[in-house]
């Protein structure tokens, strides 16, 4: 017996020993090489260990409670009513009716009948509450509290949008502007800034600032006919897009004078994911077309576009500056502008198809500062730097040995470009 449970237990150590060499030499295979490396067959290349999952977004929730349980104050005015106008909202509760507060907890449903909700900013202040859903739409006026026809909404905790939040098209005035504040903010439909029609005056915009924020439809601000179009800016500390983003159209008239198209900036202090989404700058019909920027401590662009817009001069630039890793992954993402900047610690660029960066400028087209390490693991993908015939690929490194590629995939293999600038610095900027 005691010979028996010896054998079995033999037997095990040796399969382990077997399963753990094979594990090595598998590794030992599989595992990316310097630089310097020499050129050989292509193999495909296992998926590198930088290539991580982002944080999930905020939890879905079909319909967000009121905080705490407290009775909502819900809207029950006609299908077209003044959000400033106390009897188009009724407490769930003691069924008293007011003009929200602080303390209240907004519903607003699709529709009030047959007629589908339409609730009009008439008054340009700031509205305050503790949370909104909104299923109707959500509009700005022009009118003499409210010059602009903007949109000002703040709130304590959640801002959920299904439907549509706009900003008024504005004709001799100033921009009108989609303004939202929420501790967690999710758009699921549309936000929109009006156009301008006003000689000079630039398209209308969007701004929005949230802990928490995620976008799964469309975010465009505003077409401008003689001015700037409009941008849109986002900051939070998690910032998810799956959908669109977009910056508002310059210069539309013939007449205009050389106006950029709007510019999309996007900034977390934590992290920014683009999945298979959409981020463009706005054109121009005059001037330089409308650039993107994203800036984060990690970012990550999985799938979808970033695209700096054409104008008609030069067009807009792509800049993406990770305080600590940026990623590029997947055959679905790209990234285009006039000039292409990337710059992190390390920077990740993994899975791309051919073309997937493209830049147009003369000069220094792309730009790629890895102040620690850039992973190159894209060897299905030949030549995935597409630059204009005078552009050049400038990439600054600590060593050639922090540039690391699939094994026998050279850097001369990915990038059909000629000059290159590789420089041995290690300063982030």
């Known amino acids: 017996m005691r010979r028996h449970k010896f054998t079995i237990l033999f037997g095990l150590i040796g399969i382990a020993l077997l399963v753990s060499g094979g594990y090595y030499l598998w590794r030992q295979a599989s595992s990316p090489a310097p630089l310097s490396s020499t050129p050989s067959t292509p193999a495909p290349s296992s998926e590198p260990p930088f290539v991580k999952s982002p944080a999930p977004a905020f939890p879905e929730e079909i319909e967000p409670m009121a905080s705490g349980g407290k009775p909502r104050l819900r809207w029950v005015g006609p299908g077209e009513g003044a959000w400033e106008d106390p009897e188009n909202w009724e407490d769930e509760g003691d069924r008293s009716q007011r003009v929200p507060s602080p303390e209240d907890d907004l519903f607003i449903p699709e529709r009030i009948g047959a007629r589908t909700t339409r609730v009009l900013i008439t008054d340009g202040s700031p509205k305050r509450v503790r949370s909104l859903i909104n299923r109707g739409n959500i509009l700005g006026i022009v009118s003499e509290k409210n010059p602009t026809g903007s949109v000002v909404i703040e709130t304590e905790k959640e801002l959920v949008n299904y439907r549509r939040i706009e900003s008024a098209d504005t004709r001799g005035g100033e921009p009108s502007a989609v303004i939202l504040k929420a501790q967690r903010l999710r758009n699921e439909y549309t936000i929109e800034a009006g156009r301008n029609e006003s000689q000079g005056q630039d398209g209308g915009r969007v701004e929005i600032e949230a802990d928490i924020f995620e976008n799964k439809d469309e975010i465009s601000s505003g077409d401008a006919w003689d001015g700037q179009g409009g941008s849109v800016t ?196």
């Open 234 to 429: 986002i900051r939070a500390r998690l910032l998810h897009n799956m959908g669109t983003i977009r910056g508002g159209r310059g210069g539309q008239h013939a007449q205009s004078p050389p106006v950029p198209g709007g510019d999309v900036i996007l900034t977390a202090t934590e992290e920014i994911n683009q999945y298979e989404g959409r981020i463009e700058g706005g054109r121009s019909f005059s001037g330089t077309g409308g650039s993107v920027s994203l800036e984060a401590p990690r970012i990550h662009h999985l799938g979808g576009v970033i695209r700096a817009s054409d104008g008609f001069t030069d067009g807009g630039s792509v800049l993406m500056r990770a305080i600590r890793s940026l990623l590029l992954s997947g055959t679905k993402t790209s990234v285009a502008g006039y000039k292409i900047a990337l710059s992190a610690p390390e920077v990740n660029i993994h899975g791309l198809e051919s073309k997937g960066l493209q830049a147009q400028a003369k000069g220094e087209s792309i730009k790629i500062i890895a102040c620690e390490r850039l992973n190159l693991s894209t060897s299905k993908s030949k030549g995935i730097f597409d630059l204009s015939k005078e552009g050049v690929l400038s990439i600054s490194v600590p060593s050639e040995q922090a540039v690391v590629l699939d094994r026998g995939i050279s850097l001369e293999f990915l990038a059909t470009v000629s000059p290159q600038i590789l420089s041995l610095s290690g300063a982030c900027p």
